[in-house]
Structure formats: structure tokens, C-alpha cells
């Protein structure tokens, strides 16, 4: 029986070890890609890099306006962040302590919209933007994502709402105080798990968005840092040197952002889906 274990326990650890190099494999070529040439990147795609040169990381800043495209990435990701972390956690909290049917129902829509795909709303999406004239503007990208958004983090916060006690919230009460001090002296406090959840996974899914910011953000000016990386490639010419620097770069603020809140993301998924 041990050595059926002890055989059993080395193939799963052999399947983990595979199936890591293989995720992990991406990111090892463009951090290699780097630190090479041109020539060198495509003579030598998985190889350690001959001779290590730092050019390609001072082209990107010269050749592309990644300062103009950082801070962009940077207030659309953290203006959608807050904001649907607020509303999202206040529309929960709501919902969730108010059982009726009424309640239920605007919960099951949130839920619902999850299952609606992206391409379905776009045209109309792109429409509504332009007569309202919110194209070519953070404001409009923003509100956006908080359409895009709101569904999920709901679905989160509403989970973990369920395995905190109400009589909290009733001693608050009676203690004089107010609806909006009950929830941010004493839910919001007790949403740290599922807010630290949903900051790092919103934080992926915006900074690297393209699509929405590709159809909403046309002026120069405006493009986020995977519109930039993009106009390094057309029909004649791909700087695939330059393009792995920037995208090294790029990925520097969310691998910190998530080696930051790791100890969170695991607690506040499995809360906020299996709870209650």
C-alpha cells in the first residue's frame, strides 16, 4: 500500500512539475527575448541569451510612449478598482441582508449577466459611447468597467456576506449608528479577504485588457499599454525586441500587486463560492 502511495505521489509532483514548466514557459521566453537582438530572439527562441544587453528596455521608453501609456493603464485600473469595490461591496451587503423576493430577484440578474459574452454588447456599447461622447475618454472606459464588472464582484461579496453574523450589525444599530456606519465600521472591515481577491484578479483583467480600450480609446494619447505594445507589429515590420522589454515591464506592477495579496485570493474565492 505504501509504494502504491509513494508511486502515486510521484506522478502527481512529476504531473505538477510538467504542467508548471509548460505554464510557465511564456514568461521565461519573453524575459529571455529581453535581454536579446532581433537576430538573436528568432536564431535562438529558447536559449539563454549569448550576450545580455539592456537596449531593448531603453528603445521601448524611446521608440514607444509607455510613460504616457503606464499612466493611462494606471488610473483606468485603479478608478475601476475602487470604484467597484465600493459598490459592489455596498450592493451585496444590501442584497444579502434583505431576503425577500424582490432581492432575490436583482441578485439573480447580476448573476445572469456574467453568462452574457462581450461580443454581443459591443456594437451597441460602442454606439451608446459615442452619443453620450464619452469616446476617447477615461471616464467612459471606466464606466465601462464597472458594468463589465459589477456582476462578479457582487457574486463574491454576496457569498462571504453569508458566514458573517448580522447580530453585529443589529448591536451596531442599536448603539445609534447609521446604515452607512454600520458598513464601514463593521462589514466592510470583515470584506478584506474577498476585497483583496477581487483588487488582484480586476487588477489582471484590466491592465491587460485590450479589446475594450481598442474600440474605446482611439486617440493616440489615450492608449493603454497593451494598445502600445500593438502598434509594434503591422504587415512589414514586428519588433519583437523592443515588444518583450515593454511587456516585461508591464508585467512587473500585478506580479507585485498578486505576490502582495496571495495569502488572500485562495480564502476569499473559496468564501465567497462555497459559503452559505
Not at 462578479?152 to 448580522?166: C, D, E, N, T, W
Request: with cysteine.
Amino acid at each position: 500500500m505504501k509504494r502504491k502511495e509513494m508511486v502515486s505521489g510521484i506522478l502527481a509532483y512529476g504531473i505538477l512539475i510538467l504542467l508548471a514548466i509548460v505554464f510557465l514557459m511564456p514568461f521565461y521566453i519573453v524575459l529571455m527575448g529581453s535581454f536579446k537582438s532581433y537576430q538573436e530572439i528568432f536564431l535562438n527562441v529558447f536559449g539563454w541569451p549569448h550576450n545580455f544587453t539592456w537596449d531593448n528596455y531603453r528603445n521601448s521608453w524611446k521608440v514607444m510612449d509607455l510613460v504616457q501609456a503606464c499612466k493611462n493603464s494606471f488610473v483606468i485600473t485603479v478608478c475601476s478598482i475602487v470604484g467597484l469595490v465600493i459598490m459592489s461591496s455596498m450592493a451585496a451587503w444590501w442584497i444579502q441582508r434583505r431576503q425577500n423576493g424582490w432581492h432575490r430577484i436583482l441578485y439573480f440578474l447580476f448573476v445572469a449577466s456574467m453568462i452574457i459574452p462581450f461580443p454581443a454588447v459591443m456594437i451597441p456599447l460602442l454606439k451608446v459611447q459615442s452619443t453620450v461622447h464619452l469616446n476617447n475618454t477615461i471616464p467612459g472606459i471606466v464606466i465601462c468597467y464597472y458594468g463589465f464588472g459589477v456582476a462578479f464582484a457582487v457574486f463574491l461579496y454576496h457569498g462571504f456576506l453569508k458566514s458573517v453574523p448580522a447580530s453585529m450589525e443589529e448591536a451596531a444599530v442599536m448603539d445609534g449608528c447609521t446604515p452607512l456606519g454600520v458598513f464601514w465600521r463593521i462589514v466592510f472591515p470583515m470584506l478584506k479577504p474577498t476585497t483583496a481577491t477581487l483588487v488582484v484578479l480586476d487588477a489582471f483583467w484590466i491592465w491587460n485588457d485590450y479589446l475594450l480600450p481598442s474600440i474605446i480609446l482611439q486617440r493616440a494619447d489615450m492608449r493603454t499599454i497593451p494598445i502600445t505594445i500593438s502598434f509594434l507589429f503591422d504587415q512589414f515590420n514586428s519588433r519583437w525586441d523592443i515588444a518583450m522589454a515593454a511587456i516585461t515591464m508591464s508585467m512587473i506592477p500585478v506580479l507585485l500587486l498578486f505576490a502582495a495579496f496571495q495569502k488572500h485570493i485562495v480564502a476569499g474565492i473559496a468564501s465567497g463560492a462555497v459559503k452559505g
